[in-house]
C-alpha cells in the first residue's frame, strides 16, 4: 500500500469525525462545506502551522517529531490503537527480511497446550489473521480448520465470504467491523506484505460490506470482550473472550473462548464439547495439511461447526 495515501486518508477521516463543540472551539458561520473540523481548527489545536499540517495531511510525514505527533494525535482525539497506526504510518518500519515471508508455525509446546485446554475453545492467529492452531474445541465452534485448505484458514475470509459466519455471529456487523479495524492496523505495520494486499483486494472484490468499511480507515488491536454466537448444534451462546500476545512471536496471538459458571452458555459449551470428541480426533495443525474429512466433518462443516 502507497504510505503517503494512507497517512492523508487517515488524517482526513479523523479530522472529520470531529466537531468544534467536541473539542471545545465555537461555531461560526452557517453551514459547513466539509464535514468535521478544518484544517486551520486542527492545526490551532495541535499548535503547529496550518502550512504544516496541511504538508502532513497531504502524506508528508518525513521527519515529524514524536512531540509533533503526540500534539496532533492528542487533537485528533486518538485511541491509543489509532495513535500507534498514525506511528506506523509515519514512520513504516523497514522492509521485512527475506525470512519474514514463511508461514508461521505454531510451536509444539503451545499447540500441546491447546490441546490440553479441554472445553475451552482457543486457536492462535497470525499475521493477517490467518488461523494457525487450534484446539478440538475452537473447530467445533467457529469452523473445522482442519478440514479446510491452508490459505482459507483465515478469519476475514470467513467472516465475509462463508454465509455461516452470519448465522453463527448474533451481532455480524460488529464482528466485521472489528475484523477491518484489525487488517487495517496489521496493514500500517506491514505495509509490504504482498499477501496482506492479496487478501485485501480479494474481499474487496468479492464483499461489498468489507470495501465500505475499509474506507472509513478505522483501526482496533484485538482485545477482549463479549461474544454471542448461535451455534447450529447447540443453539444460543454468549461467550467472553480474550487475546493474549504471544511473547515469541508478537504477530502470534492466542484468542481463547469461556463462558460463565453455570450459566447456560456453560452448559452449552459442555454439550459442544461432548458433541466435538465424537468427531475425527485428529485435528491438528500438523497433520491438517492433508486432511482426510470424513462424511461426519463434512456435515459439520456444511452446517457451520
Not at 493474549?244 to 469461556?258: E, G, K, S, T, W
Request: include cysteine; charged fraction near 25%.
Amino acid at each position: 500500500m502507497d504510505q503517503r495515501t494512507e497517512l492523508s486518508e487517515f488524517l482526513r477521516t479523523r479530522r472529520a469525525r470531529l466537531q468544534p463543540e467536541d473539542v471545545g472551539l465555537p461555531r461560526h458561520g452557517g453551514r459547513r462545506r466539509v464535514p468535521g473540523l478544518r484544517r486551520e481548527e486542527l492545526a490551532q489545536l495541535a499548535g503547529v502551522s496550518v502550512a504544516y499540517y496541511v504538508r502532513l495531511e497531504q502524506g508528508h510525514g518525513q521527519n515529524v517529531s514524536s512531540a509533533v505527533l503526540d500534539a496532533i494525535s492528542g487533537a485528533l482525539r486518538l485511541t491509543a490503537a489509532e495513535r500507534a497506526h498514525l506511528s506506523h504510518l509515519v514512520k513504516p518500519k523497514a522492509k521485512r527480511s527475506r525470512g519474514a515471508g514463511r508461514p508461521q508455525r505454531v510451536r509444539p509446546a503451545l499447540q500441546q497446550l491447546l490441546d490440553a485446554m479441554e472445553g475451552i475453545p482457543a486457536y492462535v492467529a497470525g499475521r493477517r489473521l490467518d488461523v494457525i492452531g487450534w484446539n478440538r474445541m475452537a473447530c467445533a465452534l467457529l469452523g473445522d480448520y482442519a478440514a479446510m485448505e491452508p490459505e482459507q484458514r483465515n478469519i476475514a475470509r470467513q467472516v465475509f465470504l462463508d454465509p455461516a459466519s452470519r448465522d453463527l455471529f448474533v451481532d455480524w456487523d460488529s464482528k466485521a467491523a472489528d475484523i477491518v479495524a484489525f487488517l487495517r492496523m496489521d496493514a500500517g505495520c506491514h505495509p509490504d506484505d504482498p499477501e496482506l494486499a492479496s487478501l485485501i483486494g480479494e474481499l474487496s472484490v468479492k464483499s461489498e460490506e468489507f470495501r465500505q468499511l475499509w474506507a472509513t480507515h478505522d483501526v482496533q488491536d484485538k482485545g477482549f470482550g463479549v461474544k454471542r454466537l448461535h451455534h447450529p448444534v447447540v443453539g444460543p451462546l454468549t461467550l467472553s473472550y480474550e487475546t493474549l500476545r504471544l511473547p515469541a512471536d508478537p504477530d502470534q496471538q492466542l484468542i481463547v473462548y469461556n463462558a460463565e459458571p453455570g450459566s447456560a452458555s456453560a452448559e452449552s459449551l459442555r454439550l459442544l464439547g461432548s458433541w466435538a470428541a465424537e468427531g475425527p480426533a485428529d485435528r491438528t495443525p500438523a497433520t491438517a495439511d492433508r486432511p482426510r474429512v470424513s462424511k461426519d466433518t463434512a456435515e459439520r462443516q456444511d452446517t457451520g461447526g
